[in-house]
Each structure stands twice: as structure tokens, then as C-alpha cells.
């Protein structure tokens, strides 16, 4: 069973930051992408942005200019630095680890951290 544990969630005023946190066990950082998702009430879970092995970078329209992914392969964690939060990005985050091997997907999630932009 893997486990991915996140942290640095919580309750944040418009146009403030906070950083997410997710610790992977070293035998699949190596050679997973890891990403984070998020899951609004009502809405279906998106993909925020995602980092592979080799540390290319995607983003969400949505966040991008705003967020930043970066992962710490010394330390086997994956961070989402959210910057000018705004109150549709309250959501639960999830972090997320994947590998294509032949065309097939291997996903392992995290249980998900509550981020609520509020004033």
C-alpha cells in the first residue's frame, strides 16, 4: 500500500498564500510524476498541476502565474506553493502520484487536504 500524506491546508483570506505538502515513499518518487488535484463541492476533482521525474511542469489555466509545483527529490516530497488565493479555489487538494508503463496508468492518491479561501 502506498501512501502519499499531505499537509498545509486550512482557512486563508482572498489574496493570501499557503503551501501544500506531500510526502511519497522514495521507491516510486524516483520515477513518478506526482501532481495535485482538487475537488470543489458540486464540481468534479481537476487537475491543478503536475511535475514529472524529470521536473517539467504543467498548470491549469485557472492557476497558473499563481501556483507553483516544485518537488524535492533529496527529500521525496512534491510542494504547491498557491499564491493570490481567490475563493474558487476553496476546494479539497489531493496529491497525486502517476507513472505510465505501456500505455497504462498507475495512480496513487492521497486522502486530500481541506483549502478554504475565505474573508
Known amino acids: 500500500q502506498v501512501q502519499l500524506v499531505e499537509s498545509g491546508g486550512g482557512l486563508v483570506q482572498p489574496g493570501g498564500s499557503l503551501r501544500l505538502s506531500c510526502a511519497a515513499p522514495?521507491?516510486?518518487?524516483?520515477?513518478?510524476?506526482m501532481g495535485w488535484y482538487r475537488q470543489a463541492p458540486g464540481k468534479e476533482r481537476e487537475l491543478v498541476a503536475a511535475?514529472?521525474?524529470?521536473?517539467?511542469?504543467n498548470y491549469a489555466d485557472s492557476v497558473k502565474g499563481r501556483f507553483t509545483i516544485s518537488r524535492d527529490n533529496a527529500k521525496n516530497t512534491v510542494d504547491l506553493q498557491m499564491n493570490s488565493l481567490k475563493p474558487e479555489d476553496t476546494a479539497v487538494y489531493c496529491c497525486?502520484?502517476?507513472?505510465?508503463?505501456?500505455?497504462?496508468?498507475?495512480?496513487?492518491w492521497g486522502q486530500g487536504t481541506q483549502v478554504t479561501v475565505s474573508s
Open positions: 522514495g521507491s516510486i518518487f524516483s520515477v513518478f510524476g
Open positions: 511535475i514529472t521525474s524529470g521536473g517539467s511542469t
Open positions: 497525486n502520484a502517476y507513472r505510465m508503463t505501456w500505455g497504462a496508468r498507475t495512480d496513487y
